[in-house]
């Protein structure tokens, strides 16, 4: 990746932090960072694409920030990676808003794509912990959609983020997934 082209990733990841991600426009994140449009374009076709490798790049940062310690077990790791998820929802609204539901991830959610290091890290974990009574894609989809909706709830203030009903809830999928 060539400056320019990061240049533009980063300013657009301080919009998302500021601002509805859905009201960025190429033409104002060209004037913000004192290019052109054309030279936005030049490295991505479409807002698509610039949100697609935008949240590429932050899945990298989260994954980073979420590192576990390599003692603790697979179910330790996978319970403190969901536990500092939640927090970061609460810290950074804006930007889980952004890696949930920006259009760019309908392909990544239709296809399987390895490009979200976020993505890899929870699925090696769940192939760890999965107990081998449902497949472990299945386990992902019930863990994440656990992890997502509960941070999603805790975000718009539904509820109080609880560390013992993540524990708990992981758990019982853990258990649940036993053959």
């Not at 970061?88 to 890696?99: C, R």
Request: aromatic residues 12%; negative net charge; proline residues 2%.
């Amino acid at each position: 990746m060539n400056k320019t082209q990061d240049k533009i990733i980063q300013a657009t990841i301080g919009w998302i932090e500021t601002d509805d991600y859905k009201n960025l426009s190429m033409r104002n994140l060209a004037a913000q960072i004192g290019v052109t449009t054309g030279a936005i374009y030049k490295y991505f076709q479409n807002k698509d694409e610039l949100f697609y490798q935008v949240s590429v790049k932050l899945s990298q940062e989260f994954a980073e920030q979420l590192i576990t310690t390599p003692e603790d077990s697979a179910k330790d790791e996978l319970l403190s990676l969901a536990n500092k998820f939640c927090r970061l929802s609460q810290e950074q609204p804006k930007i889980i808003n952004f890696l949930f539901f920006n259009s760019s991830l309908n392909n990544f959610y239709q296809n399987t794509n390895h490009d979200f290091k976020f993505y890899n890290q929870v699925m090696d974990l769940v192939q760890q912990v999965n107990q081998g009574g449902i497949t472990d894609q299945q386990f992902f989809t019930q863990i994440w959609s656990f992890i997502q909706g509960y941070s999603l709830l805790v975000l718009n203030g539904a509820t109080n983020y609880d560390p013992a009903l993540v524990e708990r809830t992981l758990n019982e999928m853990i258990r649940g997934s036993e053959k």
